[in-house]
């Protein structure tokens, strides 16, 4: 087997650029693919097995992601209904923003070609547990290499939660620690956003993080019985459709969601966990009611 990796850029290939430097170290044989223009997306995702997805608008001062939905949403949309097409059985990581909305519009769409895969769609969350081993490393001294903080919910403000209870290996923080760590993790992209004033987002960073992810998904379809990532997937770990976790990677996707991160979690993160799940309630139905509307409008044509 020889996974290929596409990203689906049309116009600008840096970030492409950035995981394929990124992914030169991989035991697993890749290739990343780019392409200029719509007439060559069909070739290009043929026997693809990773596409990953970071087309459409950053953020710039004041907004939040979801004030990229209106553009990013049709945008995502399209690209997936070719991934649908060309290559159904690919891994799909999704980085356009507001994640928390594209990964159910992804799902809709595929549901409707009738390919859709729920061990196969993901919405990338990896910056955030990149900046929260970081955070964590820097607060406590640590060595960067052997932290690692599980960020589950969602990929936007208060849904982003940093289990600082759950990291590995084990420290202790205080609660002013624990209250101002996890909204640093929280804030982090908008913190970034409004350093650039106007210039975009993250994006060294997010091509990192785009980059980790990938190389996750490589080695599991190599076989790797060991790949663990946290990722905004569909999930029965709460009453919630999509829902970012830990789960254990394989050749087939998703293996198992690891549910023992969410037992035994601190009074904080036990409220901030119920805080967050209407929010991000509303941004997963945002983006099932926008592809069943499109629907609808598109019969009634
Ligand atoms: N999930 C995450 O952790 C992160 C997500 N993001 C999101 O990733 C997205 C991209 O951000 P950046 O790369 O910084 O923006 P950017 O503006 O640097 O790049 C976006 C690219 O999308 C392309 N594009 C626009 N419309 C397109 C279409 N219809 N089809 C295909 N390509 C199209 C543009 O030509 C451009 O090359 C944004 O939505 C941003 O919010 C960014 C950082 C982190
Ligand atoms: O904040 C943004 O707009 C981009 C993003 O998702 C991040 O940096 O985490």
Redesign the pocket.
Known sequence: MSPLVSE?????I??VKGVAADLSHCNTPSQVLDFTGPSELANCLKGVDVVVI??????KPGMT?DD?FNI?AS?VK??VEAVADNCPEAFIHI???P?NSTVPIAAEVLKQKGVYNPKKLF??????VVRANTFVAQKKNLNLIDVDVPVVGG?AGITILPLLSKTRPSVTFTDEETEQLTKRIQNA?TEVVEAKAGA????LS?AY?AARFVESSLRALAGDPDVYECTFVQSELTELPFFASRVKLGKNGVESIISADLEGVTEYEAKALEALKSELKVSIEKGIEFVHKQQTAAASV
């Open positions: 689906l850029h049309l116009y600008d840096a970030n970071p087309a459409g608008v950053p953020r992601r990229l990013n945008i399209s690209l980085i356009s923003n994640v919405g990338v969350t990896t910056l955030d990929h992209g975009g987002s993250a994006t997010m993080a």
